[in-house]
């Protein structure tokens, strides 16, 4: 039987509408689950919120039935995303999986998530004051530096010279666990955020470098919007 018009002009209807949605997406997302009870849905987003992440909702259609998708923060590369979903698996729902940000998600602001390096066997922080964290690594035999400053990383040719500051451990970001697994908190207002998953080692002017295990990244969440 022939495809009807109707049932052909709903496909590319849905076609046309994924791929704006993938032009004009600006960021990345998670989502944990998805419900056909908005109530589910609901209820799913305060124990997310509970724990401090940015958790929201929002309706799509799929096989003629609306549901409701509990989607949790916002993050501008796909590694970033894929970071937090890790962390999420591990500790706190069964599904975290990436998707593109839909345009005018509820989302306070988006975090920037920045490798600076891969863990070798050896490594250690050489230096940190209020402004900079430095680490000494060791990669088959040889010694590197590696500088995280004014929200860059990058490598020294020689081993910097020792500020005598140590930096302020005092800021925005704290430490926390949740669910038994480490997570670095940022403090906004009267409320903690999830930011970035790991063991805090340095921080300043609103970024943080933490350890996740695998690398030592930095983290840094965007201005929230004005309402």
């Known amino acids: ?37 908005f109530r589910q849905a609901t209820e799913k987003v305060e124990i997310l919120e509970s724990l401090g992440y940015d958790a929201y909702t929002e309706f799509a259609m799929s096989g003629g039935h609306q549901y409701a998708r509990v989607r ?82 990058s490598v020294l040719q020689s081993a910097p010279t020792p500020s005598s500051e140590q930096g302020d451990p005092e800021g925005p970001f704290v430490q926390e666990q949740v669910v038994g697994r480490p997570l670095v908190m940022l403090q906004r207002g009267d409320r903690v955020v999830a930011t970035c998953p790991g063991h805090l080692l340095w921080q300043s002017a609103g970024v943080v470098v933490v350890d996740d295990g695998n690398a030592i990244l930095s983290c840094q969440p965007g201005s929230v919007a004005a309402p």
């Not at 018009?5 to 997302?29: E, K, V």
């Not at 962390?87 to 839909?102: G, I, K, M, N, S």
Request: charged share 15%; glycine share 6%.
């Open 72 to 153: 949790v923060g916002c993050f501008q590369t796909l590694s970033g995303a894929e970071q937090m979903a890790r962390h999420l698996r591990d500790a706190v729902t069964a599904e975290a999986v990436p998707q593109l940000l839909t345009e005018g998600a509820a989302v306070e602001s988006c975090t920037s998530v920045t490798v600076g390096f891969l863990k070798p066997q050896s490594w250690s922080i050489f230096n940190l004051s209020s402004d900079r964290v430095v680490f000494e690594v060791v990669v088959a035999g040889r010694v590197a530096f590696v500088q995280h400053r004014e929200g860059r990383w």
């Open 1 to 37: 039987m022939r495809d009807s018009p109707y049932l052909l002009f709903t496909a590319f209807s849905l076609l046309i509408s994924t791929l704006l949605g993938l032009a004009q997406a600006d960021g990345w997302t998670i989502q944990t689950a998805s419900f056909r009870d």
